[in-house]
T-cell receptor
Framework: GAVVSQHPSWVICKSGTSVKIECRSL??????MFWYRQFPKQSLMLMAT?????????EQGVEKDKFLINHASLTLSTLTVTSAHPEDSSFYIC??????????FGQGTRLTVV | GESVGLHLPTLSVQEGDNSIINCAYS??????FIWYKQESGKGPQFIID?????DKRQGQRVTVLLNKTVKHLSLQIAATQPGDSAVYFC?????????????FGQGTILTVHP
């Protein structure tokens, strides 16, 4: 299957700082990528749809000014958690592809805000 | 934010037994369903998918059954192995022709005892 890579795998940051997470499709082009968040012992929740060359579409209840998404190329989407707080600590996962086939997920990024 | 005390359903089986994991979905208009396996600290891994015009699909050691009447999915794993221990999620496509926009079920923890 296709490969989706996230970077970093884990990050620890201080409260109030911003953190950028990258999602790359390594062997295919993705006009659309998706960002999910997963708290411990819970399911994945869709945060937003990242569209190449246009604004992201956010799910209800997700603050677009806090979770900035940029999809500047067909192989890269970034999620920036701005002014991070401890309650933003979570596992962030991206996916790509999926037109007529299953979506491919990255390995996830564990964010811890201290 | 995180829900304190939330517990995922669990299923414990002996190695070699068959496992059945169940899932209820919410949208009767969903046309594509996927089962994912998630190991600790990793992103979801595709297991098997099924489209709404089918009621059964088989893969290697896995079978997915779809009952649209009651909006129910099941995943059957034959001859379960310790390496199958993980959290299993069903997901339904909510993105039309873009199969990456998914709503995930709550998940089931499968533990396989040697």
């Amino acid at each position: 299957g296709a490969v989706v890579s996230q970077h970093p795998s884990w990050v620890i940051c201080k409260s109030g700082t911003s953190v950028k997470i990258e999602c790359r499709s390594l062997d295919f082009q993705a006009t659309t990528m998706f960002w999910y968040r997963q708290f411990p012992k819970q399911s994945l929740m869709l945060m937003a749809t990242s569209n190449e060359g246009s604004k992201a579409t956010y799910e209800q209840g997700v603050e677009k000014d806090k979770f900035l998404i940029n999809h500047a190329s067909l192989t890269l989407s970034t999620l920036t958690v701005t002014s991070a707080h401890p309650e933003d600590s979570s596992f962030y996962i991206c996916s790509a592809g999926g037109y007529g086939t299953e979506a491919f997920f990255g390995q996830g990024t564990r964010l811890t805000v201290v | 934010g995180e829900s304190v005390g939330l517990h995922l359903p669990t299923l414990s089986v002996q190695e070699g037994d068959n496992s059945i994991i169940n899932c209820a979905y919410s949208n009767s208009a969903s046309d594509y369903f996927i089962w994912y396996k998630q190991e600790s600290g990793k992103g979801p891994q595709f297991i098997i998918d099924i489209r709404s015009n089918m009621d059964k699909r088989q893969g290697q050691r896995v079978t997915v059954l779809l009952n649209k009447t009651v909006k129910h999915l099941s995943l059957q794993i034959a001859a379960t192995q310790p390496g199958d221990s993980a959290v299993y999620f069903c997901a339904e496509n909510i993105g039309g022709t873009s199969y990456g926009k998914l709503t995930f079920g709550q998940g089931t923890i499968l533990t396989v005892h040697p």
